[in-house]
Nanobody
């Protein structure tokens, strides 16, 4: 069983930055994509950014120009650099690793942006 361990969330003022990390407990066979989602209170979980191995990076419109997703294959880790944070970015952020026939989720990390 693969576990995804997230870190880097916290409380930050508007305009600040945070870097989220998500590490898999072991190498994952036939991994296809790694991504970050978020869920704010009373809202559905939504894609923030993802990276398809061998393909392009995708960003939600709200994240474009402010967030950057990167990965380190050797460390089985995906990162989300978040700059110019806004109060509306407040949510629980989840990482997601997926491949053919499987999908793993992290436990979530809280990001709170104060105005």
């Amino acid at each position: 069983q693969v576990q995804l361990v997230e870190s880097g969330g916290g409380l930050v003022q508007a305009g600040g930055s945070l870097r989220l990390s998500c590490a898999a407990s072991r190498s994952i066979y036939s991994l296809r994509a790694m991504g970050w989602y978020r869920q704010a209170p009373g809202k559905q979980r939504e894609l923030v950014a993802d990276i398809t191995l061998g393909g392009p990076k995708r960003y939600a419109d709200s994240a474009k120009g402010r967030f950057t997703i990167t990965r380190d294959n050797a460390k089985n880790t995906v990162y989300l650099q978040m700059n110019s944070l806004k109060p509306e970015d407040t949510a629980v952020y989840y990482c997601n690793f997926r491949g053919i026939g499987y999908e793993y989720w992290g436990q979530g990390t809280q990001v709170t942006v104060s105005s």
